[in-house]
């Protein structure tokens, strides 16, 4: 993030002459825009002083496309999330295996590890290992909507122009499990899965007289929640616990089917050029003290052991509100996309759209 070029550098460079001068590495993070706070790439530039930390934010979609344009060049760690892995691997070959020696699996909980090797598993070779994690849930005024518990819930007429939602894959996959189905287990069969994305279009167009406005950032559903336009909504949970620090009667509800959960990653691009800096960045933010900053900064929890209880006061407060054991046990981890499965849910998000203005 900055250019350390220092006095004794330059004597150095003077002195040596024709033999060159050492050059800080560039250490090139293809990141979400949480994951890389200012305080944590500062200290870690003072941990490793010849080591630059370049960071470039993006999404899913965004860091698939880059890296797929380049044949996996350009970057030397991204972080995709655990379910946009497989496929795009195995269709563009952007990624490299991971030697796993280099990194402290040990810190990391045993369920999500294997959960991501499992997802991210080809001809042998592990191509991701976890970072962090989080669910896409509901999220009630428990003053105002008590029984606000499913994601059908929504769409309760006592709740009408009064709701809210994000009209994208996340609300199509819970009122998927919401009527009944297991989107995921669909994706072996695209035609079952076809039948399930028109039955659930069919079923947010009729429930558009419930929502009083589609949300498309965190900042639009905070501001409908914070001033009482909504008293529900489908959620990120790091948006429901930012909102419980100004407003503790509104918290994050696990769907009684599940809330969908996330890993995001951390995966080598196959033409990066510091490997070994990569190695060290996925291990400095695992230490405990690390984990409390970045989460501080993504509201995500760690994929680290005792990750809950090093989260700061504030989120480890909402997240004890939200979740039980029993809610933790049923999570609906997001499963590996199929090639065209992105292509059919864009096709049914684009029909309800149309048929709602949202």
């Known amino acids: 993030m900055r250019i350390k070029t ?6 150095a460079a003077t002195m040596l002459g024709g033999m060159g001068s050492a050059q800080a590495e560039t250490l090139r993070l293809l990141t979400w825009g949480s994951y890389a706070p200012e305080a944590l790439i500062e200290k870690f530039e003072e941990e490793y002083p010849d080591i630059d930390v370049e960071v ?3 999404n899913n979609e965004e860091m698939i496309a880059k890296l797929r344009a380049t044949g996996g060049a350009g970057y030397d760690l991204a972080q995709p999330s655990h379910d946009r892995i497989y496929a795009a691997q195995f269709e563009y070959d952007i990624y490299k295996p991971l030697d796993l020696s280099k990194i402290n699996t040990d810190a990391m909980q045993a369920k999500l590890l294997e959960g991501v090797k499992e997802n991210t598993t080809i001809d042998g070779e592990v191509y991701a290992v976890p970072h962090q994690w989080g669910t896409s849930g509901l999220m009630a005024d428990k003053t105002k909507a008590p029984d606000l518990k499913s994601w059908g819930d929504l769409c309760d007429p006592q709740y009408k122009g009064r709701t809210s939602m994000r009209l994208k894959r996340t609300i199509i996959l819970g009122m998927a499990y919401e009527m009944g189905e297991d989107p995921f287990a669909a994706y072996s069969d695209l035609e079952k899965y076809q039948g399930i994305l028109d039955k659930v279009s069919e079923k947010l167009i009729e429930c558009k007289a419930n929502i009083k406005a589609y949300w498309n950032s965190g900042d639009d559903l905070t501001a409908m929640m914070l001033s009482g336009e909504i008293v529900g909504s489908e959620t990120w949970d790091s948006t429901a616990y930012k909102i419980y620090d100004q407003n503790p009667d509104i918290t994050f509800v696990p769907p009684s089917t ?12 196959r033409k990066g050029k510091a490997d070994d800096a990569a190695y060290k ?9 690390n984990v409390t900053i970045m989460s501080a900064s993504t509201g995500a929890i ?5 990750a809950k209880d090093l989260l700061p006061e504030d989120k480890k407060a909402a997240v004890n509100a939200a979740f039980t054991d029993a809610d933790i046990d049923n999570l609906k981890f997001f499963a590996n996309i199929p090639p065209g499965v992105e292509d059919m849910e864009g096709r049914a998000l684009e029909k309800i759209k ?5």
């Open 258 to 269: 599940g809330a969908l959960a996330w890993i995001d990653t951390f995966a080598i691009p």
């Open 354 to 358: 149309a048929a709602t203005g949202g």
């Open 6 to 11: 220092t006095v004794a550098g330059l004597l």
């Open 56 to 58: 470039t934010f993006s």
């Open 281 to 289: 960045w996925i291990n400095f933010v695992l230490r405990p003290e």
């Open 302 to 306: 760690a994929s680290v052991k005792g």
